[in-house]
């Protein structure tokens, strides 16, 4: 995690709890969230849960918060930017009669929409607004 990058963002006002979605924890969870692309993982690696983390994502004034929850999801690192979002997918295994007949490639758009909320939470298609 000391390379993925920071996500600016204003955290999630709310009651400030030791156990709770402090501002620490909220920074930290999107750093892992980069590196990760989990929300699973990187809630867990705060000490909290996948269901409270899409919970404060939906809270009054979690704009920000969520800006860079999609910024980090589309974050790329350097190295492996050459390969288009468009492009990657994941294998999904057919079944019929509960037998395995085969695979396919299942490509996902939400990849490209969330590289693209990214880049403009960042600034770099500010020539589209």
């Given at each position: 995690m000391d390379d993925?990058?920071?996500?600016?963002?204003?955290?999630?006002p709310g009651r400030t709890r030791a156990d709770g979605w402090t501002a620490e924890r909220q920074?930290?969870?999107?750093?892992?969230?980069?590196?990760?692309?989990?929300v699973s993982r990187s809630a867990a690696a705060v000490g909290m849960s996948r269901e409270t983390a899409y919970r404060l994502r939906r809270r009054a004034g979690a704009r920000s918060f969520a800006a860079a929850w999609d910024a980090a999801l589309a974050f790329r690192p350097s190295g492996d930017a050459c390969e288009p979002a468009w492009l990657r997918s994941r294998t999904e295994t057919l079944n019929v009669g509960g037998k395995v007949v085969g695979e396919r490639r299942v490509y996902d758009r939400r990849i490209l929409v969330n590289l693209l909320r990214g880049m403009i939470a960042r600034g770099e298609l500010d020539f589209l607004r």
């Open positions: 993925s990058p920071d996500f600016p963002f204003d955290p999630v920074r930290l969870f999107v750093r892992h969230l980069a590196e990760t692309r989990s």
